[in-house]
């Protein structure tokens, strides 16, 4: 459910229906067939991580 683009510096993760993810480090978690940034970086989709939920 995302698209993935590599220039060779950084890579853009399109997620269908939601945000552009744009990372240098790769730091991204995959779940449900889309793409977070791992913001804590404990490799587990913690909630304020989750964009599908809302900002409250």
Not at 26 to 49: H, M, S, V, W
């Amino acid at each position: 459910m995302y698209t993935k683009k590599e220039n060779g510096y950084y890579t853009v993760y399109q997620n269908a229906g939601g945000p552009e993810i744009g990372t240098a480090d790769d730091n991204i978690i995959f779940q449900d067939g889309y793409a977070f940034r791992n913001l804590a970086k404990t490799d587990r989709l913690l909630p304020y991580e989750d964009w599908r939920f809302p900002a409250e």
